[in-house]
């Protein structure tokens, strides 16, 4: 039986962030990579809110919460950091990113994404990944990465629409 995703049940998001930065902080000290201020900045934006944001959305409140307006080629170098280090996944159908739950190992990106509300949710699924190992070995195909992008709708617009 498949568990229901984090961010799909209630949660404390405050801790949330705070255990993503925290997270993000320990694993790059470990692999002697630098979180910047603005690096962190742009990864605490990322997890405001499990909804993907794309670049100039970013840009938008990192302009919002500074005096200075950060050019986009900032904006991406960090997101390119962060994507380098398994910290953000880019949602490609959307060209936004989204936190990563489990940044401390790489792992295939498999998303659901509601079309209601924009909620994004990354789910790990081994037996997921095996099929799609499997299938593409049996076409004879070499697999270099994959990302699968499932869109619906979450609980809770389920059941609003129901309402």
Same mark, same amino acid.
């Given at each position: 039986m498949t568990q229901t995703p984090i961010a799909l049940r209630r949660h404390n998001h405050g801790l949330c962030v705070r255990s993503a930065l925290a997270s993000?902080?320990?694993l =790059?000290?470990?692999r002697?990579?630098?979180?910047?201020p603005l690096r962190a900045q742009v990864l605490e934006l990322v997890w405001q809110s499990h909804k993907p944001l794309g670049a100039y959305q970013l840009m938008d409140r990192l302009a919002e919460a500074s005096t200075r307006r950060v050019a986009p080629p900032t904006v991406y170098r960090a *997101?390119?950091?962060l994507l380098e280090q398994g910290l953000i996944h880019r949602i490609?159908? *959307?060209?936004?990113y989204v936190g990563c739950p489990s940044p401390e190992h790489r792992h295939p990106n498999h998303f659901l994404l =509601?079309?209601?509300c924009g909620v994004a949710v990354e789910l790990e699924s081994e037996a997921l990944t095996q099929t799609i190992q499997q299938n593409t070995k049996d076409a004879g195909f070499l697999l270099e990465h994959h990302s699968l992008e499932v869109t619906g709708l979450c609980p809770d617009c389920r059941s609003s629409a129901h309402d």
């Open positions: 993000a902080r320990a =790059c000290g470990e002697g990579a630098r979180l910047t *997101l390119d950091f490609n159908g *959307l060209n936004a =509601c079309r209601a």
